[in-house]
């Protein structure tokens, strides 16, 4: 590394490249880390989005945003359609609460956790998902009371098995196992499909389904200050953990339709 002085580098680099002894000489520009850093209005303000921070996800954006062939079935509520932040971001799905092709969301929770995991990047709204560039199969299975049964659960996956999806994201659970249930979870993994599930929010360390089934990835909860959540359940059969307190993104309500709000829960 040679220096100039100033205003003369263009001439010292091209004296140099005449020198026969010289294979070649050029520039020593800059670089800087690649960490792909969304314009999203919401996402850089610090009082609502800290989630994508903590895990450094600004780094893993910078090697792959998601791509549209990665479908991820949101086992859930449902999804509100036509949110702003969501739009483009959908493939069709199916509402096994009231057996028809409709998956609309009549409660909001389906709709936090699609924000989460395809919210638009860089559309001037909102905030931004964890894999915006991927897209979401709505399956709803739980009704407007957040609640469901675990055979139309179970349906749901299967069903979003059969339909193309790689990833099933169920942001629910209960304390009584099931074997229909589990079947179905297996019925996933054994054809390559990832199932990622909630540990519960009991603030317990005893048996949660499915988060309970070593088949799953079963994600507890931390707060904004990077450690455990006060609710989120814990135990051995934990795999990973992730942000749960105040987690901001997309909502849907019955009030006033498509907007954002903070959610805390191991679903988020």
Same mark, same amino acid.
């Given at each position: 590394?040679?220096?100039?002085?100033?205003?003369?580098?263009?001439?010292?680099?091209?004296?140099?490249?005449?020198?026969?002894?010289?294979?070649?000489?050029?520039?020593?520009?800059?670089?800087?880390?690649?960490?792909?850093?969304?314009?999203?209005?919401?996402?850089?303000?610090?009082?609502?989005?800290?989630?994508?921070?903590?895990?450094?996800?600004?780094?893993?954006?910078?090697?792959?945003?998601?791509?549209?062939?990665?479908?991820?079935?949101?086992?859930?509520?449902?999804?509100?359609?036509?949110?702003?932040?969501?739009?483009?971001?959908?493939?069709?799905?199916?509402?096994?609460?009231?057996?028809?092709?409709?998956?609309?969301?009549?409660?909001?929770?389906?709709?936090?956790?699609?924000?989460?995991?395809?919210?638009?990047?860089?559309?001037?709204?909102?905030?931004?998902?964890?894999?915006? #560039?991927?897209?979401? +199969?709505?399956?709803? !299975?739980?009704? $407007? &009371?957040?609640? /469901?049964?675990?055979?139309?659960?179970? =349906? @749901?996956?299967?069903?979003?098995?059969?339909?193309?999806?790689?990833?099933?994201?169920?942001?629910?659970?209960?304390?009584? #196992?099931?074997?229909? +249930?589990?079947?179905? !979870?297996?019925? $996933? &993994?054994?054809? /390559?499909?990832?199932?990622?599930?909630? =540990? @519960?929010?009991?603030?317990?360390?005893?048996?949660?389904?499915?988060?309970?089934?070593?088949?799953?990835?079963?994600?507890? #909860?931390?707060?904004?200050?990077?450690?455990?959540?006060?609710?989120?359940?814990?135990?051995?059969?934990?795999?990973?953990?992730?942000?749960?307190?105040?987690?901001?993104?997309?909502?849907?309500?019955?009030?006033?339709?498509?907007?954002?709000?903070?959610?805390? #829960?191991?679903?988020?």
């Amino acid at each position: 590394v040679v220096q100039s002085e100033k205003g003369g580098v263009a001439a010292k680099v091209a004296a140099l490249n005449r020198q026969p002894e010289v294979v070649y000489a050029e520039l020593n520009y800059a670089a800087q880390g690649g960490d792909l850093i969304p314009t999203d209005p919401d996402y850089n303000d610090s009082s609502k989005v800290y989630g994508p921070q903590f895990i450094n996800a600004p780094a893993a954006w910078s090697t792959t945003v998601g791509s549209p062939s990665m479908i991820v079935a949101v086992v859930d509520t449902g999804v509100s359609l036509n949110h702003p932040d969501l739009v483009g971001r959908l493939v069709p799905g199916y509402d096994f609460v009231n057996s028809d092709a409709d998956p609309a969301d009549d409660n909001g929770h389906g709709t936090n956790v699609t924000g989460i995991v395809v919210a638009t990047m860089n559309n001037g709204i909102g905030t931004v998902g964890i894999a915006p #560039g991927a897209r979401v +199969m709505p399956v709803k !299975v739980l009704d $407007a &009371t957040n609640t /469901g049964w675990w055979s139309n659960i179970s =349906a @749901g996956m299967i069903y979003a098995v059969d339909n193309g999806a790689r990833v099933l994201n169920l942001s629910l659970g209960g304390t009584t #196992g099931s074997t229909t +249930m589990l079947n179905a !979870v297996r019925y $996933a &993994t054994d054809r /390559g499909v990832v199932v990622v599930v909630a =540990a @519960g929010n009991q603030n317990s360390g005893l048996a949660f389904y499915p988060a309970y089934y070593p088949e799953t990835i079963a994600v507890a #909860g931390t707060d904004y200050t990077d450690v455990r959540w006060t609710l989120s359940n814990y135990g051995s059969h934990i795999d990973v953990s992730a942000p749960a307190s105040l987690v901001y993104n997309t909502y849907w309500r019955l009030a006033d339709g498509n907007t954002y709000e903070f959610l805390s #829960g191991t679903s988020m």
